[in-house]
């Protein structure tokens, strides 16, 4: 579905999504719009061998979704403008009773990232679990300050009742950001790269903790050791 999602009830997509070159939406099965995913997957890879500015594994921005998974990769081999990136949604969303087993990888150096296993950042995620990595692998030195903000569920927004077990992955071996004379804004953690007041119930595989690079913290809310209650769907992704 393109630009203005309708609703979409128990559908789903097993093909490739293969951008070449670049765009604003790019979605597992629709675009942009405040609509309802129920009961849906997608299981076909996002490739984006230019940019996108926001990408989902379902839905590109927004979306009100619930009882639905991605288990896509996304990998974006040139991200040069600011962007956002999710398991299922790219910004924005609205996510219950959710997961994703999807890996997030983005090569190159972006000016302003936000990214996570559920949710880009800025919506809200509930009763949802994230098993896949989310990584940025650096190439070449930045010639300006970033902000590199990403989680295990969101890298904004708020969480609760949420688990993630992938592995937040800012990748160093080409290039060190660390030190290189900017005053980049990086925040990264096993729930939210920064947390939010309304957040609480939310756990991490302490197997799989977030890398974070020396000299910034990891954003991971206070109460992540609280119990949890994972919804019926979620035994699908085991």
């Known amino acids: 579905v393109g630009y203005g999602c ?7 997509n097993k093909g490739k999504i293969t951008l070449n070159g670049s765009g604003s939406y790019v979605g597992g099965l629709c675009t942009y719009g405040s609509n309802i995913i129920k009961n849906s997957y997608n299981t076909g890879d996002l490739e984006i061998v230019g940019y996108s500015e926001m990408t989902g594994g379902l839905i590109a921005s927004r979306g009100i979704i619930s009882n639905s998974y991605n288990s896509g990769n996304i ?10 990136v999710g398991g299922l949604s790219g910004t924005d969303g609205t996510i219950t009773d959710s997961y994703n087993i999807g890996n997030i990888t983005l090569e190159g150096n972006v000016p302003e990232l936000r990214a996570g296993g559920i949710e880009g950042g800025g919506g809200t ?19 300006s300050d970033a902000t590199l903000l990403m989680g295990g569920i969101s890298a904004t927004g708020s969480a609760v009742n949420s688990f993630n077990a992938g592995t937040i992955l800012i990748d160093e071996t080409e290039h060190s950001i660390t030190g ?5 804004s990086i925040a990264v953690g096993e729930i939210l790269g920064r947390a939010n007041s309304n957040s609480s119930g939310n756990k991490f595989n302490t197997k799989s903790t977030a890398f974070v690079i020396s000299g910034v913290s990891a954003g991971a809310v ?3 050791l609280k119990k ?9 992704a085991m």
């Open 6 to 12: 309708s609703d979409i009830y128990n559908s789903y």
């Open 75 to 84: 990998t974006m081999g040139t991200p040069l403008v600011s962007m956002y």
């Open 125 to 143: 995620t509930s009763n949802s679990v994230n098993k896949g990595n989310v990584s940025l692998i650096l190439k070449e030195p930045y010639t």
């Open 180 to 184: 290189d004379g900017f005053n980049h």
């Open 222 to 224: 206070s109460s992540v």
């Open 228 to 236: 949890i209650k994972i919804f019926a769907i979620l035994m699908f």
